[in-house]
C-alpha cells in the first residue's frame, strides 16, 4: 500500500533577482568589471556580483553575458594598450610597461573568472568556449601582444645583446626578461605557445648573429682564444639559465656551439691541438675534446693528434746512409719508442667517447687506434728501414741484458713496448729476415741471455702471430737442444777434452739465415786436437740420430785460444779459420802463407786476409812479419799486448767473398729479402690463379696485393718480375686474345 | 592571509562561523575569502539562503573537510551525511551556487 502521507519537499522560493532585467544586471557586473580593472574592490561584494551573474546564468542569458564580457574587457585593452604603451621609449622601459601590464591584468582575469566561475561551469563549457579567464588571456594575446609583438622582441632582444656585451649579469633584467618568456609562454594560440612561434626563432637567430660578430678569432692566438670563447660560452650559458627553460636553453647551447666552435674555432683548431699536445696538457685537449659534441668536430681533433705526432715522429733525425748505422738505428728507434710510450700515456688519460674513428683497425680505446694510425702510416713512408732499426734496436737491448734484476726489468719493459711497434711495421718481412740474422748472431756467439731471447720471441709471436716466430722459435730451439747434447756427449766421451771447451751448436739448416754452408769447410784441415773432438762429436751424434747428417759450418763458428805472451796472459776470439792458422804457430816458428794454405787448405786469399787482420790490425797484433829475400813469413809475436784480458780479432773483408753470407750489409739483406718476396708472390700468384683459372692483370694484382698486405707492400716491380718468371716457367700464360689476361696451366 | 574563521550570515542575520580551510571547501566561497573584495575581511553574507540551510551546509562543508583527506577504501569510519528528504530541493541549489 502505497501512503500517501509524503514528506514534503519545500520548495525554494525563486533565488535572487530575478526581477531585474538583463541590462541591469549588466550594469552591475560591469561596475564591478571597472573596479576591478582599476584595482579598487573593497566595498564591492562579491557574493551580489556573483548572484548577479548566478541569476543570469540561471535565466539562460549566459551568451549574451559572455559575449558582452568579451567586447566590454576588448575596448578595456584598447583602452590600455593606447595609454601605457608610449612611442620611442627605451627598450628597457617597454620591456617593465609590459612586465608590469602583464601581472596587473593576470590578476584582474583572474577576478574576473573567479567571478563568473558559476558562468563557466553552466555555460562555458557545454558550449565549447573558452573559461572565463582564458578568454581574457586570448583577448590579450591578440590586442596586445600581438600589436606590440614586434616592438617587444626588439626591444627584448636589444636589452639581452646589451647585457651580453657588458659581460655583466643583472639581475634585474634576467628576472624581467623570465617573467615575460613566462608571459609568452602562457599564451597560445591554436598551434603553440607564443614563445615557441614567435619568440624563440628571433632569440636564436639574434644570438648567433650576436656571437658571430663578438670574437674574432684570428686576432688572437689560439689558446686567447679558447679561453674568450670558453668565457662567452660560460657566461651566456649562466645568462640562459637564468631566463630560459631547459628546453631552450639547450637549443642556444647548439647554436653557441655552432657558432663559436664551427664557425670561429675551427678556424685554428689544428693549431689548438697541436699546442695542447705540445704543453702535454690533458686537462686542455680533454677540454677542447669535449668542447663539442658533434662528431665531425671530434673527428677533426683527432686528425690534428694525428698529424701532431706525425709531424714530432717526422723530426726525428734519420740519418740513413752515414757511416754509423747501428748507432742511428739505436737513437732513432729509443727515440720513436719514447715518443710512442709518451703519447700513449698522454693519450691514454683523454676520455673520447664514442666515435667513429675512420681507420682500417679498431682498438678498444681510441687512442690506441690513433696511436697505430700514425705508426703505420709513418712506417710505411720511411720503407724498410724502421723495420731494420727496430730490429737493430731489438739487437742492442739483447746485448745489454746481464745478471742485473733491475735491468733486465727495465730492458724487458723496452723490448714488450718495441713489439707494439713491430705490430705497426709495414715490411714485416724485412723485420723478421733482420732479426733472424741478428738472433743468430746473438746465439752463435752468446751476447745476449737465452732466456730473455726466448721470452722476446714469444712477445714477437703475441704480437706478429705464430707465422713469424716459427723459424726464431726453432733456432731458439737448436741452442738449447745442443746445449744438452754437449752434456750428454762430455758425459759419455772418455776422450781427454778436458783442456778445451767445445760448445756445439746443432742448427737446423732451414730455419737459420744462411743461404749454405761455405764449399771450402769440406778441405779444410783442422789442427789435430780440434779435428779429434770434432770426429768423437760427429760419431757421437750419428749414433744418437741415425737419420741425420751433421755438417761444419766452421765459418760461424768461434774459437777462444789462451795464449801466454810476453807481456801476460791473453785470450783471444778468433773465427775459426783464424784459430786454426794461428795454431798451426804451435808447431812451426815462422810460415809464408803459400805453407798455411798447404796445411790447412784454406783458400790462399782467405789466408791472406786472416794473416793481415792478425798481423796489421792494431789492437791485435798478435802475428807479426818478416820478410827477407822476398819472401814474407809469419810468426808469433811474443811482445803483444792490450789493454784487456780478452782480445777479439776482427775479420778483414778480403777480396775473397768466403764470408759474405754472415756479413750484414744493407744491399744484401735487402736483395735476400726481395727474393724472398719474389718466392712469396709466386706462391701467391699461384694459388690465386689455381682456384680462379682466368684473372685480368688488373685482378691479379689486386687480389696479390691484399694477399700479401699482412706481410709486405707489394711493388709493382716485384709484381711484374714474379709474373714473368711465372709466365717462363709455364705456370701460368697469356691469353691469345686479351693480352692483359693470363690462365693458369695445369 | 590570516587563519582567522569566517562567519557566514544567513537571510534572517544569522551567524555561523566556520574554519577558512572549511570554508574553502566551496570554490565560490574560497574565490570570496580570496578576493580583495568586501567579503574578504571575513564576513559573507549569503542572503540566498534560510537560517537552516545555512546550518546544513556548513555542517556539510566541515564534513567534507574533515573526511576528503581519508581515503575511500577506509569506509567503517566515514558516517554518512545525513539529508532530510525535505531540504533536499534547497540544498540541491544552494550546492549549485556555492559549486560543491
Redesign the interface.
Given at each position: 500500500m502505497i501512503t500517501n502521507n509524503k514528506t514534503r519537499i519545500s520548495v525554494p522560493e525563486k533565488l535572487g533577482l530575478s526581477e531585474q532585467s538583463f541590462e541591469q544586471s549588466w550594469e552591475i557586473v560591469k561596475h564591478a568589471i571597472d573596479h576591478i580593472y582599476s584595482d579598487d574592490m573593497a566595498d564591492l561584494s562579491f557574493e551580489q556580483v556573483y548572484r548577479t551573474i548566478y541569476t543570469i546564468v540561471l535565466n539562460r542569458k549566459g551568451s549574451k553575458l559572455y559575449d558582452n564580457l568579451k567586447i566590454y574587457t576588448m575596448e578595456k585593452l584598447l583602452f590600455l594598450r593606447e595609454t601605457v604603451f608610449k612611442n620611442n621609449a627605451p627598450d628597457y622601459e617597454i620591456l617593465e610597461t609590459m612586465a608590469g601590464l602583464w601581472k596587473t591584468l593576470c590578476n584582474c582575469f583572474k577576478i574576473t573568472g573567479d567571478l563568473m566561475m558559476y558562468m563557466d561551469k553552466v555555460y562555458c563549457k557545454p558550449n565549447r568556449c573558452l573559461e572565463v579567464c582564458d578568454m581574457c588571456l586570448d583577448l590579450f594575446r591578440i590586442e596586445i601582444l600581438q600589436k606590440c609583438s614586434s616592438s617587444l622582441i626588439s626591444a627584448l632582444i636589444s636589452d639581452i645583446d646589451g647585457i651580453r656585451s657588458s659581460g655583466y649579469m643583472d639581475p634585474k633584467h634576467t628576472s624581467l626578461w623570465k617573467v615575460l618568456i613566462g608571459m609568452m609562454e602562457t599564451l597560445h594560440d591554436n598551434r603553440d605557445n607564443f614563445f615557441l612561434t614567435d619568440f624563440e626563432p628571433v632569440l636564436i637567430s639574434a644570438t648567433e648573429r650576436y656571437y658571430n660578430n663578438a670574437i674574432d678569432i684570428k686576432m688572437l692566438t689560439p689558446l686567447e682564444g679558447l679561453e674568450k670563447i670558453r668565457k662567452l660560452k660560460q657566461f651566456e650559458s649562466v645568462l640562459d639559465s637564468s631566463f630560459l627553460n631547459a628546453d631552450s636553453h639547450n637549443k642556444l647551447k647548439n647554436v653557441l656551439g655552432n657558432v663559436l666552435i664551427w664557425g670561429k674555432l675551427s678556424d685554428v683548431i689544428e693549431d689548438l691541438t697541436h699546442e695542447a699536445m705540445k704543453l702535454s696538457d690533458e686537462r686542455l685537449l680533454q677540454e677542447i675534446y669535449d668542447l663539442s659534441g658533434e662528431a665531425k668536430y671530434k673527428t677533426t681533433i683527432i686528425e690534428s693528434i694525428k698529424s701532431y705526432i706525425r709531424r714530432i715522429a717526422k723530426e726525428i733525425p734519420f740519418k740513413d746512409g752515414s757511416r754509423k748505422k747501428g748507432q742511428n738505428a739505436i737513437t732513432w728507434s729509443s727515440e720513436i719508442l719514447s715518443l710512442f710510450r709518451r703519447q700513449r700515456l698522454f693519450l691514454g688519460s683523454i676520455k673520447f667517447g664514442s666515435v667513429q674513428v675512420n681507420s682500417s683497425v679498431t682498438y678498444k680505446f681510441i687512442s690506441m687506434t690513433i696511436l697505430h694510425d700514425v705508426f703505420a702510416t709513418y712506417f710505411s713512408e720511411e720503407g724498410a728501414l724502421p723495420s731494420e732499426y727496430i730490429s737493430t734496436y731489438v739487437d742492442y737491448c739483447m746485448k745489454q741484458t746481464n745478471d742485473n734484476d733491475a735491468e733486465v726489468v727495465k730492458i724487458k719493459e723496452d723490448l714488450l713496448d718495441s713489439t707494439k711497434l713491430m705490430e705497426l711495421l709495414s715490411e714485416k718481412d724485412i723485420f723478421e729476415s733482420t732479426y733472424k740474422k741478428q738472433l743468430s748472431r746473438r746465439l752463435l756467439q752468446q751476447k745476449s741471455i737465452l732466456e730473455i731471447e726466448k721470452w722476446m720471441v714469444q712477445m714477437i709471436k703475441n704480437a706478429l702471430g705464430t707465422f713469424f716466430t716459427l723459424k726464431l722459435e726453432i733456432m731458439l730451439r737448436d741452442i738449447s737442444l745442443s746445449s744438452r747434447i754437449l752434456r750428454a756427449f762430455k758425459a759419455s766421451s772418455t776422450s781427454s777434452i778436458e783442456y778445451m771447451n767445445f760448445v756445439p751448436e746443432v742448427l737446423t739448416r732451414t730455419s737459420w739465415p744462411f743461404q749454405s754452408t761455405n764449399p771450402i769447410d769440406e778441405s779444410i784441415t783442422l789442427p789435430p786436437r780440434m779435428s779429434q773432438i770434432l770426429m768423437g762429436f760427429n760419431e757421437y751424434y750419428s749414433l744418437k740420430y741415425k737419420e741425420r747428417i751433421l755438417e761444419w759450418a766452421h765459418h760461424l763458428s768461434v774459437i777462444e785460444i789462451g795464449c801466454q805472451f810476453n807481456n801476460g796472459y791473453y785470450e783471444i776470439s778468433f773465427s775459426v779459420y783464424a784459430g786454426a792458422i794461428f795454431l798451426l804457430f804451435e808447431n812451426y816458428e815462422e810460415l809464408t802463407l803459400k805453407e798455411i794454405h798447404e796445411l790447412t787448405h784454406i783458400p790462399e786469399e782467405d789466408v791472406k786476409s786472416l794473416v793481415m787482420s792478425m798481423s796489421t790490425v792494431p789492437k791485435c797484433r798478435i802475428l807479426k812479419r818478416s820478410s827477407n829475400s822476398g819472401d814474407t813469413k809469419f810468426s808469433v809475436n811474443y811482445f803483444f799486448s792490450a789493454p784487456n784480458r780478452k782480445v777479439k780479432v776482427p775479420i778483414i773483408a778480403g777480396p775473397a767473398s768466403s764470408h759474405k753470407s754472415d756479413n750484414l750489409t744493407s744491399q744484401s739483406s735487402v736483395d735476400t729479402y726481395e727474393n724472398e718476396n719474389i718466392m712469396e708472390v709466386n706462391a701467391a700468384i699461384v694459388r690465386i690463379m689455381k682456384t680462379e683459372g682466368k684473372l685480368s692483370h688488373h685482378q691479379l694484382l689486386q687480389r696479390t696485393t691484399k694477399n700479401m698486405e699482412r706481410r709486405f707492400h707489394l711493388t709493382s716491380s716485384t709484381f711484374k718480375r714474379s709474373l714473368q718468371l711465372l709466365l717462363e716457367k709455364e705456370y701460368i700464360q697469356r691469353d691469345a686474345d686479351d693480352t692483359s689476361c693470363y690462365h693458369y696451366l695445369h | 592571509m590570516s587563519q582567522d574563521p569566517v562567519t557566514l550570515v544567513s537571510k534572517d542575520n544569522k551567524e555561523y562561523e566556520i574554519s577558512r580551510s572549511a570554508a574553502m571547501v566551496s570554490?565560490?566561497l574560497k574565490?570570496?575569502i580570496?578576493?580583495?573584495?568586501?567579503?574578504s575581511k571575513g564576513r559573507?553574507?549569503?542572503?540566498?539562503f534560510d537560517s537552516h540551510i545555512l546550518e546544513k551546509i556548513v555542517e556539510y562543508l566541515n564534513y567534507n573537510y574533515k573526511y576528503s583527506g581519508v581515503d575511500g577504501d577506509e569506509d567503517e569510519d566515514i558516517p554518512e551525511f545525513e539529508i532530510p528528504?525535505?531540504?533536499?530541493?534547497?540544498l540541491l541549489?544552494a550546492a549549485d551556487?556555492l559549486?560543491i
Open positions: - | 570554490p565560490t574565490a570570496i580570496e578576493g580583495s573584495f568586501k567579503e559573507i553574507e549569503l542572503k540566498e528528504t525535505e531540504m533536499s530541493l534547497e541549489l551556487y559549486n
